[in-house]
């Protein structure tokens, strides 16, 4: 069953058609990534999403609902929530105080409270650090904070945008766990990532995008194993025989 389905969207900037009519799909309970260069879209997408952007024409479907024409405090609430590229922690705010801004559309207290131990439970270096300012956090820690505040939304689907960018290889290897570990828990991800190769190993299901269109789709492994795909993205070309 797809959680999310998005028909024929079509986002433009000025003049200019950032997204020309693409169609997807984020069944529940897996990891879809979208791969492609800078400049394709997919940022756009996530955003049009969101409802951050103008959405021209097409339509969104969440949970078998259409969500196209509701803004974004609405979209949140019906589920969807987005880690952001760059992180975007409050760094003059402690690891706590980030974590309740996640909640800020909850009225639950004691359910806030549980939701903070249950991110604690899953980063245990947030809680060592709940009294520390975000801003001195490493950028893993950080990306930690971003994912730990997306979740007391309590989102069906989580969509993160470039989490590993910026930070060391084993850093990457450990936000990968966390993002598979949160699927196996249920959750649904929505991913953009420039280290296709990590995004297509965790993926069950990835689309690639090349100014505004989708042009090619397929299992995870489908694409990791695609000439045409390790060419362009994974830095990885034919051997000469």
């Known amino acids: 069953m797809s959680l999310l389905r998005v028909t024929d969207l079509k986002v433009?900037?000025?003049?200019?058609?950032?997204?020309?009519?693409?169609?997807?799909?984020?069944?529940?309970?897996?990891i879809v990534t979208l791969i492609g260069a800078n400049g394709a879209g997919k940022s756009t997408?996530?955003?049009?999403?969101?409802?951050?952007?103008?959405?021209?024409?097409?339509?969104?479907?969440f949970d078998g609902r259409d969500i196209t024409s509701l803004d974004a405090s609405q979209v949140v609430a019906e589920g969807i929530v987005m880690v952001p590229e760059g992180r975007r922690v409050f760094p003059n705010l402690t690891v706590?105080?980030?974590?309740?801004?996640?909640?800020?559309?909850?009225r639950d207290s004691d359910e806030i409270r549980k939701s903070v131990e249950y991110v604690y439970e899953?980063?245990?270096?947030?809680?060592?650090?709940?009294?520390?300012?975000?801003?001195?956090?490493?950028?893993?820690?950080?990306?930690?904070?971003?994912?730990g505040r997306a979740l007391m939304a309590r989102p069906?689907?989580?969509?993160?945008?470039?989490?590993?960018?910026?930070?060391?290889?084993?850093v990457v290897r450990d936000i990968f766990a966390?993002?598979?570990?949160?699927?196996?828990e249920g959750m649904t991800i929505l991913l953009i990532e420039q280290n296709a190769n990590a995004a297509l190993r965790a993926a069950h299901y990835a689309y690639v995008m090349e100014t505004?269109?989708?042009?090619?789709?397929?299992?995870?492994?489908?694409?990791?194993?695609?000439?045409?795909?390790?060419?362009?993205?994974?830095?990885?070309?034919?051997?000469?025989?």
Do not use: C
Not at 212 to 240: F, H, P, S, W
């Open 12 to 30: 433009s900037y000025g003049g200019i058609e950032a997204l020309k009519g693409i169609s997807f799909e984020v069944p529940q309970n897996q």
């Open 45 to 61: 997408t996530l955003r049009a999403i969101s409802q951050l952007v103008k959405i021209k024409a097409g339509g969104i479907t």
């Open 96 to 106: 706590l105080e980030n974590l309740k801004i996640g909640a800020y559309l909850r």
């Open 122 to 147: 899953r980063f245990p270096r947030l809680e060592e650090r709940h009294w520390q300012m975000a801003g001195t956090l490493s950028g893993g820690e950080q990306q930690m904070l971003a994912v």
């Open 156 to 170: 069906k689907l989580m969509m993160m945008d470039e989490p590993s960018l910026g930070l060391a290889p084993l």
């Open 178 to 184: 966390i993002i598979k570990r949160l699927v196996e």
């Open 212 to 241: 505004g269109r989708i042009t090619m789709e397929g299992t995870g492994a489908e694409l990791l194993n695609d000439q045409r795909v390790r060419d362009a993205y994974l830095g990885q070309t034919r051997k000469k025989r």
